[in-house]
């Protein structure tokens, strides 16, 4: 990045913090033409996440903590946190006692500041009748089901969300290598880089990859103000955006929002690395399988059922 | 001299029939509504359009898809006359490579505005951005239709040029660039096969006879429609274009429907007899599946009108009647259009890796954009044409009409 674009964004905070102060809680369209334009001329040529050195990445995360605090109205803290050493992060989910409540699929809304309206969602429930034998390949699958009440009589419930594989066929299509797989196993976008050609929808197997169709559209009051650039900051119009693991969270040691979320304790994860955790318990003391295993995508997403076949969930 | 040529390039493209300027008037007329409509798509973004994440591909990729077998189709008149030395097709040989220019700079055209995010399209620019070559194969495609595009440009241009100074183009330095035409066109077509084929998450597509269907179809639709081009052409201009060039690509056009045909039998074969849980997409196009059937009589519509044609071309003294002929071309055209358009990119999507079934047909928006981008294909052709014929008679420049090039 030429010194003289830095000089123009670093006077650019300055008076967007003079702004924000003055008109704190306004609406950002009340910003001068001329603020918006150097901002949208900056975003223009910025270069891909990889390349940016320590510097630009301050000031980029210093520039979009401006920028939101204004748009939404409260303290936002942009990070970039690399990934742990030695960790992979594995994910597995207990299908006989998920009961389809979805509010792992809310929380996720919530948490990863995705728009409502166009409406977006990263993790999909999806429902099937029991003794259908046509499910291991989710052809006969229900996503708009909308009973009184869940889980069903006669149903079960597979939410499926990204599966972070360990060869995705994701980003082996990607023309401009928007999107990778970080050392911590996460697969992720860079929202300032992908040019939205949706090719990486077209070789996803599992339905993970959600492009943003419109402008989004993000409450103020629900607005998570903990973000991560790789992550849950709000997306752009006409980019392709996926489940991270919650990068902002996971990478600060903690749990992902779905599964704080699940009421019935169906979604475990952890650190595939660490021989003591919760995810390594469930691989080494569970029948686990993995979804479309006949693909070879080596997915870290893996199912289980705890209680066996025939036992009521 | 250059002056001159300019000269008369431009009187030739500003002066015409009646027809003509009528002609170049509608098709900027519709030119020009389709751009008022990329605007509305560029302010609201792809959500303007009847896309979403179940059917991420749709409209505009189909008609990319089916123009890149009509880019590629020029290779029949290249093959003839400059390996074969079939001498009629001398005279309309670079007419098909204009149409192969037209139809490259449609499918760039659709591929932008499909583009999400069109505005970063440097990123794709080798050292400035990263070119994800040769790991992603839509790279091979920008590589092989841009070298496509350049080619059959500067073949046209050094060809033209040549001919107004009364020279022969079928010179030793421009030869290598010809024979070179030939695989990058089969290169165009096979790139934009592997593009859906290389897709293990969509059964439909994931079958390696894609290629050489797409391949045995452009050289089905592309000749078919110089063919009807080319009746308009020895009508309405002084170009002489012989009966036998005609009946040659007639002839080229039946053999290439029947591989075609037979290919198309292989797959409905391999998808039916070994009845997988991949027969779904298959049975959403050919039967309808769980009550979605609005691709079903479009598909039948194709597979009919493209066996019709065949039988009128199979039969040499039918498809040599002129009137046959058309009506062959013309159902040709539509059954291929229809086949692989909306029949090869829709039912990719449906059902979705999911299991569900969004049914997609584009809205007014993209039809009026889409035939926007026609228009624009259109003129680029008609121009070109209209050049290209003025010198070749000698009209302009130094041409001799009655010699072979």
Known sequence: ???????????????????????????????????????????????????????????????????????????????????????????????????????????????????????????????????????????????????????????FYVPVQC?????????????????????????VVDYNWCIGCRFCMAACPYGARSFTWGKPSIPKEEFNPEIHYLGNRPQYKGVVGKCTFCIQRSRAGRYTACVEACPVGARKFGNLMDPNSEIRYVLENMKVFRLKEELDTNPKFFYFFSMGTGVKS | MAIDAINGIIRTVVTGSKEYKAWVGFLTLLALVGIAFVFRQIDQGLIATNMRDDVSWGWYIANFTFLVGVAAAAVVLVIPYYIYDFKPIGEIVLIGEIMAVAAVSMCLMFIVLDMGSAERFWHLIPMIGIFNFPQSILTWDVVVLNMYLVLNLSLVIYALSKTYAGKSY??????????????????????????????????????????????????????????????????????????????????????????????????????????????????????????????????????????????????????KNFFMLNIACTFIFIGVYIEKGMG???????????????????????????????????????VGAKICIAIKTGEIGHADPSAHH
Request: glycine content about 6%; proline content about 6%; overall charge positive.
């Open chain 2, 170 to 319: 079928k010179t030793k330095l421009i030869m290598p660039f010809i024979f070179f035409s030939v695989p990058a066109a089969i290169s165009i077509h096979t790139v934009t096969a592997f593009l859906y084929l290389g897709a293990p998450s969509r059964p439909f597509w994931n079958t390696a006879v894609l290629a050489p269907r797409f391949i045995a179809s452009a050289f089905c639709s592309g000749p078919a429609f110089m063919l009807i081009i080319f009746q308009i052409i020895r009508k309405t201009t002084k170009l002489k274009i012989e009966d036998a060039a005609l009946h040659k690509m007639a002839e080229i056009v039946t053999w290439c429907m029947a591989v075609n045909l037979f290919l198309l039998g292989s797959e409905v074969f391999k998808e039916m007899y070994s009845a997988t849980a991949h027969i779904e997409p298959f049975n959403y196009l050919w039967n309808g599946l769980r009550g979605h059937n609005q691709l079903v009589p479009w598909i039948w519509t194709a597979v009919i009108v493209n066996s019709i044609a065949f039988l009128i071309l199979i039969v040499p003294s039918i498809r």
């Open chain 1, 163 to 187: 599966q972070q594989c360990k060869k995705p066929a994701c980003v082996k299509v990607c023309p401009v290598q928007a999107t990778w797989q970080e050392p911590d196993g996460i697969v």
């Open chain 2, 344 to 382: 090869l990119i829709f039912p990719g999507f449906a059902p979705s890796t999911l299991g569900d079934i969004y049914d997609y047909m584009p809205n007014s928006m993209e039809l009026w954009i889409s035939l926007g981008v026609w228009a624009i294909g259109l003129l680029i052709f008609t």
């Open chain 1, 1 to 155: 990045m030429s010194d003289d674009i830095k000089g123009k964004e670093k006077s650019l905070i300055t008076r967007r913090k003079f702004l924000a102060g003055l008109t704190a809680g306004a609406a950002a369209s009340a910003l001068p033409a001329g603020e918006a334009g150097a901002y949208a001329f900056e975003e223009l040529f910025r270069q891909h996440y990889k390349r940016l050195d320590a510097d630009d990445l301050k000031d980029i995360l210093a520039k979009l903590e401006e920028e939101l605090s204004f748009k939404y109205g409260k303290e936002v803290h942009a990070k970039a946190t690399p990934p742990m050493d030695n960790t992979v992060f594995g994910y597995a989910l207990d299908l006989s006692r998920c009961i389809g409540c979805r509010r792992c699929v809310y929380a996720c809304v919530k948490e990863n500041n995705l728009s409502r309206d166009p409406q977006i969602q990263w993790i999909k429930v999806l429902e099937f009748q029991k003794g259908n034998n046509k499910w291991q390949g989710l052809e006969h699958s229900n996503r708009y089901y909308e009973p009184e009440q869940v889980p069903e009589k006669g149903r």
